[in-house]
């Protein structure tokens, strides 16, 4: 890696807020013989053109011995943030890769076939005669011959090992925050009926510990294989026998390492198994091998890992020799580099100063009450009312309302349509979130889209929406094993700091240019503590934002001004939607007296100090998800 390029590998005309301080200060980490930086950058820094920039600067060709690394990868977890560099011209020689299922063949006739259900994995032996124009195979040539490939972290994390896509000299990671917790997701083994193809015809045993976890996986790794023999064996598949066998092949390398990496002695994970009840036990048939058959018969398996240092090592940190991670919220950099196996003395942080004026981006205390499940039906109701004042203050302005949770969605919704102000209302379900959401950005109508996790990689520029509402505090679920393990160790601060990332992600969904600007209300008491609790993680320009936090004036409630236009506007009533969970409608009721005289209410050491003798998790646990 040569740092000093880092200046004219740089994409743009010109630098714009602290993007040239921010590559000097890179370039001086490297300079200093760090392996890894991590850059702090807050929402408009321009991370995807300082991550070119960094790349710029590995290892050429003509530069390296035929044994060294060469080139760079680029890698999110997010999708829409690799579109969003694919469709960026300064970007354009990230030569972007994506999965198979992305890609459509291009027989004539297997037009609408993805790519990993095309002839040439559903036949043995057969030879394409166009796959050098498949699409496909076409991008993973170019993406692995040119200097920079891009790619999500899971197709990457999934090359590991490849031929194809090998070690290179330099890999930039952006959107690296939750790297810990993707890796987790990743490693993480479901068994039941989604994931394991023949999983009616298994036994299943009750699985209470996790060395008897790792009996069954070696056997049920075994029964895989058969299957999978089995298929192979044919001349041709179906396209349901394509996926089976792929899913199977999947299957086995996830069961093979959960067992290797439960019986090396000197691997740091910790794994945890969680069982559920079983839909019919009665129901199970044949033996899989396990020698459980007479046992009582168990349900779906899931076995998560609780340090997947090793996991990252095998799929990122040896996949090259210098790394840059990109976030704007790595709120702790020994923290951070302890959950992701890195050793900080050989890791630098770069904080990237934010450029949006803090008064663009304001924070309003609207908090009506606690969150948590057992608050929730009294809550909810303050928390709608509360909606449509601030829909009456924002009569031309599209609005966003983070509900996080379906059920939350489903009470707010109901809500929301018994008070008539449903013209207003846009809901999504699990299967058309991306559609409804793009469907919402594109209206110019001043719509409002109650959310399920869309607190990341959201881009709400301008007029797509000026206001948005958190409704819960988003602590990670205490009925997670995983959740649960760590806290019983004692491991609060990570928990405050995980929903005060989630907290800090959502705030820039609305404000993401310096003449940009948004208002974010906070409508559960809960966050008002969380960032008492984390505060001695909270970056600077968000701390600016909190101590600035005031009560906003809200008309009184009236859902007939909320609805403005629309009201005239001859949409039809109701929540636009195309599916919702069911919620439960609850009698509403305003949290504070529609008349009463706003104040400003800071955020100060002594008005939000907690009592001494408060327990932590009478605060946040909470077991919905």
């Not at 969680?274 to 044949?286: F, I, K, T, V, Y």
């Amino acid at each position: 890696m040569n740092p000093d390029r880092i200046f004219e590998a740089f994409p743009a005309p010109s630098y714009r807020g602290n993007q040239e301080q921010a590559l000097q200060d890179i370039r001086d980490a490297f300079a200093a013989g760090n392996d890894v930086v991590l850059v702090r950058a807050p929402t408009g820094s321009g991370k995807s053109l300082l991550a070119r920039a960094v790349a710029g600067c590995a290892r050429r060709i003509d530069e390296a011995d035929p044994s060294d690394a060469t080139g760079a990868y680029y890698t999110t977890p997010q999708v829409s943030q690799l579109d969003d560099v694919a469709e960026d011209d300064l970007l354009e020689d990230l030569n972007v890769i994506r999965g198979k299922s992305n890609y459509s063949c291009i027989l004539p006739q297997e037009r609408n076939t993805p790519v990993n259900q095309a002839p040439c994995v559903r036949e043995r032996g057969y030879d394409c005669s166009v796959k050098h124009r498949c699409p496909y195979f076409s991008d993973r040539a170019i993406a692995s011959n040119r200097s920079i490939a891009a790619m999500t972290l899971a197709y990457f994390m999934q090359t590991a090992g490849s031929e194809v896509f090998r070690k290179r000299d330099v890999v930039v990671v952006d959107e690296a925050h939750g790297l810990a917790e993707w890796a987790e997701m990743y490693a993480t083994i479901q068994l039941g009926p989604r994931t394991v193809p023949f999983w009616d015809d298994l036994r299943v045993p009750a699985i209470d510990s996790i060395e008897r976890a790792v009996r069954y996986a070696e056997n049920l790794a075994g029964t895989c294989e058969r299957r999978k023999d089995e298929l192979l064996a044919q001349e041709s598949l179906t396209p349901g026998e394509v996926r089976e066998r792929d899913r199977l092949q999947e299957l086995i390398g996830e069961l093979e390492w959960f067992v290797k990496d439960f019986r090396d002695p000197q691997s740091p994970t910790t794994w945890l198994v969680d069982q559920s009840e079983p839909r019919d036990a009665g129901a199970r048939g044949n033996d899989d091998g396990s020698g459980d058959a007479d046992d009582q018969a168990g349900g779906p398996l899931t076995i998560k890992p609780m340090n997947p240092e090793k996991y990252l090592a095998h799929t990122v940190w040896d996949r090259g020799n210098k790394f840059v991670l990109l976030s704007a919220t790595i709120l702790n950099k020994d923290a951070f580099c302890r959950h992701v196996g890195l050793n900080p003395d050989h890791v630098a942080l770069v904080d990237v100063g934010h450029t949006f004026p803090v008064e663009h981006r304001p924070l309003y205390d609207v908090t009506q009450g606690k969150m948590t499940f057992e608050h929730r039906d009294e809550t909810t109701p303050k928390i709608a009312r509360t909606i449509v004042r601030l829909m009456q203050k924002h009569p031309d302005e599209k609005g966003l309302i983070h509900a996080h949770s379906y059920d939350i969605q489903g009470r707010l919704a109901d809500l929301l349509s018994d008070f008539g102000v449903g013209d207003r209302i846009r809901v999504h379900d699990r299967d058309g979130r991306d559609a409804d959401l793009e469907a919402w950005k594109a209206t110019d109508d001043p719509d409002v889209f109650v959310s399920v996790k869309m607190e990341e990689a959201l881009d709400l520029k301008g007029d797509r929406c000026r206001w948005q509402v958190l409704c819960k505090a988003p602590f990670l679920n205490t009925g997670d094993s995983r959740v649960a393990h760590r806290l019983e160790e004692g491991q609060w601060a990570w928990y405050y700091r995980a929903a005060l990332r989630t907290v800090i992600q959502a705030c820039g969904r609305v404000v993401r240019a310096p003449d940009d600007y948004g208002s974010t209300y906070l409508a559960d008491s809960s966050l008002l503590d969380l960032f008492e609790r984390a505060r001695t993680d909270t970056p600077d320009w968000f701390t600016d934002q909190v101590e600035r936090m005031s009560q906003p004036e809200l008309p009184a409630f009236d859902p007939q001004a909320a609805l403005g236009d629309s009201s005239s506007g001859g949409r039809s009533g109701g929540v636009s939607t195309t599916g919702r969970a069911n919620g439960r409608t609850s009698t509403a009721s305003s949290g504070r007296r529609d008349g009463d005289t706003d104040r400003d209410r800071g955020w100060s050491r002594s008005n939000r100090r907690r009592s001494s003798g408060s327990s932590p998790l009478a605060d946040v646990w909470d077991t919905d998800g």
